[in-house]
Structures are given as structure tokens and as C-alpha cells.
């Protein structure tokens, strides 16, 4: 041993976090400036989040108000939970917000509560967060710098792997100038040393067992023997050692009762007086927080529960269970009841909490929880009646198919039909067929979709008009809505009618929406009129998922009819609404069909950025994932990028049905494309031909003659007839290419455009084909059409900047710009993906835009260029 003495150094000085104090106070006068400020503080546990931010706290006074909430370390955590938290100290209106329910609303009760007057917001611990948490989370980074407010989230980054639900949110709002990373690291042995001053103690021993974790130094330093405990666990455990056998009951009873524990609940189940409360208190274990107990630190929590046999666990849990339905004040705490009566083996409790739970969380939107609390109360249901556990089962699907867990979703409601079935519930087994169905035409699944929605049809064939009725009905319709528009608007109508009827509103708006979908089609005017009218309906009477999926149908009619201004309106305020009312199994369909409608207008930069915040947080859906990927690689293959095959190959992957013609025909024509491009006519062959010839036995002439005019662009035999009318793709195939041309012109797409005018054997259309390719930055075809000219004789051909470049001088985006920056630093793409909270594919993505813009080939070279232009400084 190697132990000295010296003066006694501070107790509870902060040490070696000056630059993360500095950071904070300098986003706070940031924030009382106008801008506000985010600021994420990451780090192990242990490792001194919360004392500094607490330090913080101190360091502004009593004349800055904190707003301090925390997320539950429980196996499912409470629906909005920290801002349950800070309800409690505010003025009523966000008690209410979260009452009601959702992100939404809670986001907007924030906001006024932080407009009302200067605030620091801290959200500590999201790495628990719950699914509604983060919803508030990402609505907060994209309103908080006009707020002039300040938030401080807190979050273990050791506990985050790539899928984690926060990993996602963090990489939608890490980029801009009003947000603020603080990772916190380890004491220096000299910051170590400084906290042992006036102990007999090893330092640098000291340092090597806790290797500088904050929390362990100080708990081994409060050690009695001066022995170096061999644990963090070791050193909260002799902390209670010789304490009463009444105290160690308070703090076992908070350690399973945790976050926070009311001292009514304390009392309740421990039947303690003062006396035991103050002892437990006086460990330094616990703390004191207004009218609770708590740990003072989430890792001493953790070493006494390991400590608690597992008789003596459910002994507490039960005597908690017994006293948590009836609070002195307010409603029953549903989630915190199911935990403790799972943990207690009380069946009876958890089919009564659980599903409320499910419930409240299916509410504020919160559908993994929600999920998870059904999933809860099904471990418990082995003995309830058919139509009880089907209920349970039907819950569950719902929730996991609104969490896009789709796959999930179809085996439980396969499972609550069977039990549906076995009851002999006619009625209740032809609704939940019909849910089936929408869930695998989601999925592609058309036979399969066919033969439950047959098989709902003979269950209601011969029972009274029904909601189960209207339900059928409309599957049917979606169905055939295809190739028999006006038997499905006469479904549809009917469907409505007897929804309305029966007073179900869910089953209403469903049937709305689809007759305004359907007019659409027969008529433009009138299924627009119909569709916003419904949206505005329906966002007025709180029926978020029709309503999304209103505007979701508007713009994307507007996509595949290359109908760009009304594409551009209602995806765009489809994607908005989304977002602020967090419907992400809607938000990523918006996005992959504005990605696409953002290709065809020739705005190319903002279809891969699209598509990259898609492939971002991709969720389960094949279909969003395969059009983002098709357009990740188009836009790659037509400016000459690299990853073109890489975002090909990866489309191949992501498990889409093949019973999806559109998407296996969109998939075929952009393989065709890109080997055209390269001059590969074998390649265009092959990605066309099987495709072709099943359209031409389906008589799918659109499909065919997409497939058509890719062959006929490479010069491959025709093995199809095409009539053409006005359809571009059918006018290519059958090579009157400059009537093509006109048509892509009637539509706006420039690049088809310029493709099909490339075509043409003459030297003006040549030339305005260079210059509409040379104004996209289409480089392949640009090429491609500069060697024709050339080949007539034309010369001194433009080759002036791109239009990127002639926007801005390099037109990097800020996270471009900042993926530029950790290039520079060494970083690979994996660790730059890892550092912003991205996927390495969008990581690929935005190196990749970076070289093209500037004009570089490697990465190297990128970066010398970034220098030149002072994009970027030598550190």
C-alpha cells in the first residue's frame, strides 16, 4: 500500500467538470437571449450526470425555476412519467394534458408552462423513456429554439444499442446549432486523488478498482476500514451494515417501490415511525425529496434489490401491492400496480391493473408499452373464457400494429380469432378477420388477406346488420378497389351507413376515407373535396389515424399521378400532422411516397435526404424501407454517386411481398435504369424480363409498358404491344420518343424529360435534353447525350457549375457538415453513425452527397477541399 495523508479535501466538490458547467450555463444565457437551447448529457452510471446538473442548479439560484422530471426504471415504464413529475409542480394545465392522454397535447401544455416564465426543463434517466416520452422528446427538438427556453436531458449512454427507441429520436434532433452534446468521462487519477486528500488510502489503486467512475470513488471513500471495497455493490452494502432491522425494511421497501416512494406508501408498508425514517435516511443511501423517498443513486438501488432473496421480493411487492390502490390523493398509479402485481404472482391484480395500464398507455400514444401491458396480463390469462382472453389478444395486436410491430400484430390476432372461434362469437370473429386483413394488405399479403376477408363474409352473411357488418364490408372494398371502383364506393357507402348506425365512429371515418379515395380516382375535384373535408372532420373529433392517413391518400394520389402541386400540399401537411401527433406507422408511408414524388420532380438532394430520414428509423413496414432504398439508389445512379447497388442490394432485404406487383415493377424498372446507365444491356434484360412477361399475362399495361421503355432505351426486342394514349412510358416503348417527351414535359419531370428527348435525332432537342441534365447534375446522361452532339459535329459544349454549386458555394446541409467534420477527425462511418445516433446506411448516404459536392473521390480528398474553402479548421 502506498496511502498518504493530507488536508481533508471537499465532500461534494465537482471536480474536472468545469467545461460541462460551462456548457450548461452558457445554453441557459443562450436561452434567456430567445434562442433555445437543448442540451444532452450522456454518460455511464455513476458518472455524475445528475450532480451536475444539480450543480448547475446551484449555480442559478433560486430565481431560475427547475422543472425536473424522471423516467422509471421498470420493466414497463409509466406513459409520460417525468412529465407526471414535473405536473405535479406546475399549475394544473399539464395534469390535465397528460390525463387526456398524448404527446401531443402534453407537448403543447409544456410549452405554455415554459413560456409562462424563465425555465430550466430537465428530463433525467431516457434511457428509460417510455414510447410517449420521446414523442414529447422529438417534438421538443424541433420547437425548442423559438421558445427561448432551456431543456437538459440525461441519459446512460452505455445502455443504448442500435435499435433502442432513443437512439432514434437522438438522431432526428442532434444537428443544429441550438443543440448541445456533454459526454461526460471518468476522474483523472489527479481528480481521484484530490477527492482520497486526508485519507489513509492507495490512490492510484483506488483509481484502477473504480477506473475514475464518480460514484464508486466516493462510495469506497466513505468506507470506514479504509479498505477499498471490490464494488460499487460493496461499498453501498457496508453503508448498511448495523442498521436496524427497521430502517434496512424502509429501504428495501423503497429499492422495490423506486423511482420515487410517497412516505404514505412508506408507512403503509412498513408501519414505521420517525425514528426507522431518519435512520434509514441517515445511511446516505436514501434522500429526502419533498414528500418522498428516494435513492441517491440509481446504482445503490440496484445493489440492494440484488441483495433481496427472492422470498423476501415478493413479500414487499405484496405489501405494496396492498396499499398502492387507495392514495391519499388522485387516481391509482395503473402501471406501477400491474409491475407490483406481476412481481407479487397476484393474478387476480394483474388482470385487473394490467390491462388498465395497457389502456391509459394505448391513450398517450405509448404502443410498445401498451403492447407490453397486454403481453402482461395474457402471461396471467390461461384460465379466463375464450372471449375474455380474445379481448386481451385483440388489444395487443392493435397496439403492436400501431407500434408497426406488424408481424406481431398478425400472429395475435390469428390467435384471439381462433379463441373468437372456439367461443362461438360469430360476430366478434368477422371483425377481427377484418382487422386481419388490414394488417396483411399492409404487409402485401393479398391471398392470404382474400381468405380471411371470404371467411368474415360467411360469418356475417346470415346474422343482423352489424359493426362487424361494416367492417367486411370495407375490407372488401379494398379489395377490389382496383379493378372495380364502382362496387367498392357502393361497399364503402353502405359500410358507413350502417357504421353510422351503430354509432361507431372508428368504423365511420374508415369508410369515409376510403369513398373519398375512391372518387378521387373517378374524379380529381370531387375526391379532393371529399378527402380534405373528412381530414378536417376527423382532426376535429380526435380520429388522428384517419385523419393521417386522409391526407397520406390526397398526396399520394397526387405522387403516382405526377400531380406535383397537390403532392407537395398534402404530403407535406400529411408528414407535418404525423409528426406532431407522433403516428409514425403513417409518418414513414408519407415519407417514402414524398420521397418518390421528390425524385420525378427532379428535387433530388431533398428525395435522398427524405429517404435517408427514413431509412433513419425504418420501423417494420417492407414497403417504406424498398421505395426509400429504390430512391436512395436512383438519385445515386443518376448524379454518377457511389452506394448505388448497395442501396439496391439492401432493397432485396427487406422482406417485401412478392404478391406487391407495383413495388416488384417499381424494383425491376430501377435495376433497369441503373444498368442502362452503366451501358449493361444483358442487366436490363434480366431485371425486366420475368416482370414483363407477367404483366403481359396479367394484361397489366401500365406495368408492361414501364418495363417496356427501359428495354426499348437499351435496344432489346419488344415482346409486347403498347398502347400508348398519353402514357409516356407506353409512348417510349414504341419509340415515339419525342411524344414521350411532350408528356413527361405535361408532367413535370424534367430528367424523363431529357431522357426521352436524348432519344430524339435532333441536334435542338439534344441540346435542351444536355441542358435540363446538366441542371440536375445527372452526369451519366449528361455524358451520354454530350457524346451524340459531339458525334454531329456540335462542339464547345457548357460545362459550367452545377446547380448545387451555383446555389451556394458548396451547399453542405448542417449534418452534412457535421458528418464532414468527424470525417476529418479519423472517424469511420460506423463510429460516425454511433457518435449522432444514426444508421450506418444514412452515415453512407451522407458521405457519399459529400464527395459529390465536393467534386472529390475519396475521403481524403474531401477533406483537403473542406480546408481550401475553410469549411472546416485544422485542430
Aim: charged share 30%; glycine share 6%.
Amino acid at each position: 500500500m502506498n496511502a498518504v495523508t493530507v488536508p481533508l479535501g471537499r465532500k461534494d466538490e465537482l471536480l474536472e467538470r468545469d467545461e460541462a458547467l460551462a456548457c450548461l450555463l452558457g445554453a441557459h444565457a443562450e436561452a434567456r437571449a430567445g434562442t433555445g437551447q437543448l442540451v444532452l448529457v450522456s454518460g455511464e452510471a455513476g458518472i455524475g450526470k445528475t450532480s451536475l446538473v444539480h450543480a448547475f442548479a446551484a449555480a442559478k439560484g433560486p430565481s431560475t425555476r427547475f422543472l425536473e422530471g424522471r423516467c422509471d426504471a421498470l420493466f414497463t415504464p409509466r406513459p409520460l412519467g417525468p412529465f407526471a413529475d414535473i405536473a405535479r409542480e406546475t399549475n394544473g394545465a399539464l395534469a390535465a394534458a397528460i390525463e387526456r392522454g398524448g404527446a401531443p397535447e402534453v407537448f403543447d401544455a409544456l410549452l405554455d408552462e415554459l413560456a409562462a416564465r424563465e425555465t430550466v426543463l430537465v428530463l433525467e434517466d431516457l434511457h428509460w423513456a417510455d414510447e410517449a416520452t420521446l414523442d414529447v422528446l422529438r417534438l421538443l427538438g424541433r420547437r425548442l429554439d423559438a421558445l427561448g427556453a432551456l431543456a437538459v436531458v440525461t441519459y446512460r449512454d452505455d445502455q443504448l444499442d442500435r435499435a433502442h427507441p432513443l437512439r432514434r429520436v437522438l438522431g432526428e434532433i442532434t444537428s443544429g446549432p441550438a443543440l448541445e452534446h456533454v459526454r461526460l468521462q471518468p476522474l483523472s487519477p489527479a481528480a481521484v486523488a484530490e477527492l482520497a486528500q486526508g485519507r489513509q488510502i492507495d490512490v492510484a489503486e483506488l483509481h484502477s478498482r473504480t477506473s475514475g467512475n464518480p460514484f464508486f470513488v466516493r462510495e469506497a471513500l466513505e468506507s470506514d476500514d479504509g479498505v477499498i471495497p471490490e464494488s460499487a455493490r460493496a461499498a453501498v452494502l457496508a453503508r448498511l451494515a448495523g442498521v436496524s432491522t427497521e430502517a434496512l425494511e424502509v429501504v428495501d421497501t423503497v429499492a422495490l417501490a423506486a423511482p420515487e416512494t410517497p412516505v404514505w406508501l412508506v408507512e403503509r408498508v412498513c408501519g414505521c415511525g420517525f425514528d426507522q425514517l431518519e435512520e434509514a435516511l441517515a445511511t446516505g443511501v436514501l434522500a429526502s425529496v419533498g414528500d418522498e423517498i428516494t435513492f441517491r443513486h440509481e446504482l445503490a438501488r440496484e445493489a440492494v434489490v440484488e441483495t433481496l432473496t427472492p422470498a423476501r421480493r415478493l413479500a414487499i411487492h405484496r405489501r405494496i401491492l396492498g396499499a398502492l390502490p387507495e392514495p391519499p390523493s388522485g387516481r391509482p398509479d395503473a402501471t406501477r400496480l400491474a409491475e407490483h402485481a406481476e412481481a407479487a404472482l397476484d393474478r387476480d391484480a394483474v388482470l385487473t391493473w394490467a390491462p388498465v395500464a395497457a389502456r391509459e398507455a394505448s391513450a398517450a400514444r405509448a404502443y410498445r408499452e401498451a403492447a407490453a401491458q397486454y403481453a402482461r396480463a395474457l402471461r396471467f390469462a390461461g384460465n379466463l373464457p375464450p372471449d375474455e382472453r380474445a379481448e386481451l389478444l385483440e388489444g395487443r395486436s392493435r397496439a403492436c400494429y400501431l407500434a408497426d410491430d406488424q408481424v406481431e400484430a398478425i400472429r395475435v390476432i390469428k390467435d384471439a380469432i381462433a379463441l373468437r372461434r372456439q367461443a362461438g362469437s360469430r360476430q366478434e370473429e368477422a371483425r377481427a378477420l377484418s382487422e386481419l386483413t388490414d394488417y396483411l394488405l399492409c404487409r402485401g399479403y393479398l391471398s392470404e388477406a382474400e381468405s380471411a376477408v371470404v371467411e368474415a363474409e360467411q360469418l356475417v352473411a346470415d346474422q343482423p346488420e352489424s359493426v362487424a357488418t361494416a367492417q367486411v364490408l370495407t375490407s372488401r372494398a379494398h379489395l377490389v378497389w382496383t379493378d372495380d371502383i364502382d362496387s367498392a364506393l357502393a361497399m364503402c357507402r353502405d359500410a358507413e351507413s350502417i357504421a353510422v348506425a351503430h354509432d361507431d365512429a372508428f368504423a365511420a371515418a374508415t369508410a369515409r376515407v376510403s369513398i373519398g379515395t375512391l372518387e378521387l380516382r373517378r374524379d380529381r375535384s370531387v375526391g379532393r373535396r371529399l378527402l380534405e373535408k373528412a381530414a378536417a372532420d376527423l382532426r376535429a373529433t380526435g380520429q388522428k389515424e384517419q385523419a393521417a392517413r386522409a391526407l397520406n391518400n390526397l398526396g399520394g394520389y397526387g405522387a403516382f399521378v405526377y400531380d406535383h402541386e397537390l403532392a407537395n400540399e398534402f404530403l407535406g401537411a400529411a408528414l407535418e400532422y404525423c409528426v406532431d401527433h407522433t403516428l409514425d406507422l403513417w409518418r414513414i408511408n408519407v415519407l417514402a411516397l414524398l420521397a418518390r414524388s421528390l425524385l420525378d420532380q427532379g428535387r433530388w438532394t431533398e428525395a435522398a435526404d427524405t429517404a435517408a430520414w427514413l431509412l433513419e428509423d425504418p420501423r417494420e413496414s417492407p414497403w417504406p424501407q424498398y421505395e426509400a432504398l429504390l430512391v436512395l439508389a436512383l438519385v445515386r445512379a443518376r448524379r454518377g454517386d457511389p452506394g448505388t447497388h448497395d442501396a439496391l442490394d439492401a432493397s432485396l432485404h427487406v422482406g417485401l411481398s412478392p404478391e406487391e406487383t407495383f413495388a416488384m415493377v417499381d424494383g425491376a424498372a430501377a435495376r433497369a435504369e441503373v444498368a442502362w446507365l452503366a451501358n449493361r444491356r444483358s442487366e436490363v434484360d434480366h431485371a425486366t424480363r420475368e416482370e414483363l412477361e407477367r404483366a403481359v399475362a396479367l394484361d397489366a399495361a401500365d406495368d408492361a409498358a414501364r418495363l417496356g421503355y427501359w428495354r426499348r432505351l437499351a435496344g432489346l426486342e419488344s415482346i409486347a404491344a403498347f398502347e400508348d394514349g398519353d402514357d409516356p412510358y407506353a409512348l417510349g416503348a414504341n419509340g415515339d420518343w419525342e411524344a414521350a417527351a411532350a408528356a413527361w414535359a405535361r408532367r413535370g419531370c424534367a430528367y424523363d424529360e431529357a431522357v426521352a428527348l436524348a432519344e430524339v435525332d435532333d441536334v435542338g432537342a439534344l441540346r435542351k435534353a444536355y441542358d435540363v441534365l446538366r441542371g440536375l447534375d445527372a452526369r451519366p446522361v449528361a455524358e451520354m447525350v454530350a457524346q451524340r452532339l459531339r458525334q454531329r459535329g456540335v462542339r464547345g459544349l457548357s460545362r459550367g457549375p452545377r446547380r448545387s454549386t451555383r446555389e451556394h458555394p458548396v451547399g453542405l446541409t448542417a449534418r452534412e457538415t457535421e458528418v464532414l467534420r468527424l470525417v476529418a477527425d479519423g472517424f469511420r462511418n460506423g463510429e460516425i453513425a454511433e457518435r449522432l445516433f444514426l444508421s450506418r446506411r444514412t452515415v453512407d448516404h451522407h458521405v457519399s452527397t459529400i464527395l459529390r459536392k465536393l467534386d472529390a473521390k475519396t475521403r481524403g480528398q474531401a477533406v483537403a477541399a473542406a480546408r481550401r474553402s475553410d469549411l472546416i479548421q485544422d485542430r
